[in-house]
């Protein structure tokens, strides 16, 4: 079996029925597909050896100001968490300090979620992340103003049922079978692994039917002139990444 999908997950922690014990303590990291918070999956995310896996998007709620909350009659309608999401690879953070250290992540205040007229995203998750096989991933995130604390200290008594207190956004594309093995090939390659490209190549692969050996090679290398002329731009227009200076 073969397939090419788009997902789009998200994760919510809202009112509805909320417990204390609902409620994530500040400043502390938690997985949204294993934290046992908001509706999250109950298992990691573990990519299979006939799959690939690369992460487009990820984005959470905006806002920063522990004051830009609202409390009608002692119910809380409205809460700001100040969120940052990071993307963890095995056991491997994304996002570092200038220090090379692990930190929380990326501010829903650069990619926030949901987008409005009035919040745009000022990041992209560029170039996207590509996940192996047998590799784990998870997205894991931390809020920093103190929902727990606010309530012991008597700025409200219950939660509105509808209230939404934090949203994380993923958006990632799975390839599965004989279009994770391109993908693969297209990674060894140095070509950036898109449906465009895995596509473009199964049909290469095709027309090689007919071809030699030399004239299928002449493809690749080909690729490989494709893939290094778009470095040599990105690096002349300020949008290399670490990789592009760090590979031949």
Known sequence: ????RGELYEWELTGKELTLADIPPAG?????FTSGYGN???QTALVSEDSFVVINRVACTPGVSPNDYEVVGGILTKWTPNMFVQIVIDTTGYYRDPQNLYQAGISGMASPYPMTVNRIKYYDLFPPIYVLPDQTWDIRFTLYNDLLKAYENGLFTNVDDNIVLAQVFIDYTLYDGTDAILARKLLSLGVPVTIDTVQWLRQLILQNKGLDTETFDFYLKAVREIAKKAKEKRKLQGLASISDYDSS
């Open 40 to 42: 999250e999956l109950g």
């Open 28 to 32: 502390m990291e938690f997985s949204v």
């Open 1 to 4: 079996m073969m397939a090419i």
